[in-house]
């Protein structure tokens, strides 16, 4: 997915140059310098940081992330009522069968399904959780956000020379 930063286009490019930002399935350097060459000027990746410590979540979902493959995430209202990104988990998957109902709207359904992840967090039950992940979910690393930015950067630079 490309997306085009729209808020600085709103001024009819009289003051701002719009920027292109690039987004979605994009955490490794492969990724970062392919945004790049397709004339992006930034890079934003969310869940190729979750495994780091300053994402603190629970080690069932980062165990998890780390064995996920791009198809095995799926696009659900199941935790939440809003459409997300999540690791194609046991109820996410039941909950997209056309025998359930559907979601209740937000925040009805994130009401609805508390009990079941707080209980999930507490059992370690990766299952019940709700672990948002994009499809670059594999690509997640274990060390320091600044050191996985700063080697994305650094390999990405040099596969842009």
Known sequence: ??????????????????????????ADARGVAAALILGASAVQIGT????????????????????????????????????????????????ASPKVPPPAPYPVQRG???AMREDAQKAGDADRMQLCAGQAA?????????????????DASRLLL
């Open 1 to 26: 997915m490309v997306g085009l930063d729209r808020s600085l286009a709103a001024s009819g490019g009289r003051r701002y140059r719009a920027r292109h930002r690039y987004w979605g399935n994009c």
């Open 48 to 95: 190729g940081f979750l495994r780091s410590p300053e994402a603190m979540v629970h080690p069932a979902f980062a165990d998890r992330l780390a064995h996920t493959e791009a198809n095995e995430t799926m696009v659900t209202r199941a935790f939440t009522g809003r459409p997300g990104r999540c690791v194609a988990t046991a109820y996410a998957r039941a909950s």
């Open 138 to 154: 594999r690509f997640a690393r274990t060390e320091l956000a600044g050191t996985i930015a700063q080697e994305l950067w650094e």
């Open 112 to 114: 609805l399904t508390r």
